[in-house]
Each structure stands twice: as structure tokens, then as C-alpha cells.
């Protein structure tokens, strides 16, 4: 009976050690190099008032850009977000606003490896300046805190596509739209002509998008002298930047 206790022992203990080493397999990874390294567990925290506080606009940029390099090499943050959409019910404090276009294809927090609670995200077609926009950014800076704002364009827009075409797109009864495309057309208008005006002129229309992105900042400063005062303090940065939807890459225009 002894005997038998002791044999049964064994192979508990046995089975108990392999175990122990199938666990660590699923919480350690090989490097490149060959090295055991740890698996980092999901993030579940959320950017605090302090943390907002004790950052600068300058710093706040480099992290956006490091966070766009995590995103162009595949090597997103892992995030725990039911954890982090708990903790954001107690309240936000978002380091910058990015207004962006509608596009789809441009997933702006994940652009910028960001998770709940990072960034305030405004979107509409073409990435124009209105009143509501604005003072949603006044909200943003003078308000939440966020020290940044960013106007980010991205290659093969289509609303700028259009307005570079000159679309009608009030005679198929899309009066708000044609309206939309009259926003942007000044930015056409303003880049210098180098080959044919038209959408098919691809160094031509990235070259819109820049100065589209760029005289929106422009427009937003003139339309609040909240946020113009903001940066003259040197409180807050208003910048353009221009997502590739290529290679992932966002270049900052300052």
C-alpha cells in the first residue's frame, strides 16, 4: 500500500512539473535572438490628470510618432479594454485631438497606437475647419487639457480628389456635399500647378492634401483666438500632418 502511495506521489509530482513548464511556455516567447522574453500582460490603465499635466506639446508629438512607428511595424500596444472603458467613466483626460477625414481606411487611434481615453478624434470629409469643429478643439484644449491638435490629411482623399475634378455634386441633388467641396477648393487653387490639374496628377493632388491639412491649421487659428493665444504661450500645438495609406507612415508638417 506504502509502495503504491509512493508511486502515486510520483507521478503527481511528475505531472505537476510539466505542467508548471506548459504554463511558462504560454506566458514566455522566443526573441529573434533566440532569448526567452516575457509576454507584457494587456495595458489597463488609462492616462491620468497628472499625466496629462507634466506633458509637453513637443513630447506629447514625439509620442504620437512613436506610437505611428509601433503601428507602421506591426507592434501594437496589447490593451485591455473592457478594463480601460471601466476606468474611463471616471473621466478623461485625452493628450491632443486629431481631426481627421471620414475615410475609413484611416483608423486614427490605431495609427497612433493609442487606446480609451488617449485622444479626442474629430472626423469629417477632407479634414476642413467648421464652427462645431472648432469649438469642439477649444473644448479639447481650453477645457479638457489636450495640448495638442493635429489636422491630419491622407493620400488618395477622395474629397479632395473631387474638388481637384471640380464634381458638380449639386446637379445629382448632393448640395451639401457640393458645399463641402467648395471648403477645399481654395487649397487647390493655391497649390502650385505642376502638370495637369487633375486628380490623375498624383504629385499634384498630394500636394493639396499638404496644403489643404496646412491651411486648415491656418483657418483654425484665425477662427479662435482661444487656441491661437494657447500656442503663442506655447501651452499648446496646432500642426498638419499627412497620413501615407501605403506604408502607414503619418509625416508631420511643422
Known sequence: MKTSLKILSIVLLSYGLISCEGYKKETTTMSQEG????????IQSILTAEEQAGMTPDEIIGRLKKGNENFVNN????R?????????????????????CVDSRVPVEDVFDLGIGDIFVARVAGNIENRDIVGSMEFASAVAGSKVIIVMGHTACGAIMHAIDN??????????????LNEIKPSVELTETNGEVSSKNVAFTNSVINNNAIKTVDDIRKMSPVMASLEEEGKIKII?????METGKVKFIE
Open 75 to 78: 507592434n501594437l500596444t496589447q
Open 35 to 42: 532569448t526567452k522574453t516575457s509576454i507584457e500582460k494587456p
Open 240 to 244: 498638419a500632418a499627412v497620413y501615407d
Open 80 to 100: 485591455d479594454h473592457s478594463a480601460q472603458r471601466r476606468k474611463a467613466t471616471i473621466g478623461q483626460y485625452p493628450k491632443a485631438i486629431v481631426l481627421s
Open 167 to 180: 464634381t458638380d455634386a449639386a446637379s445629382m441633388n448632393m448640395n451639401a456635399l457640393n458645399d463641402l
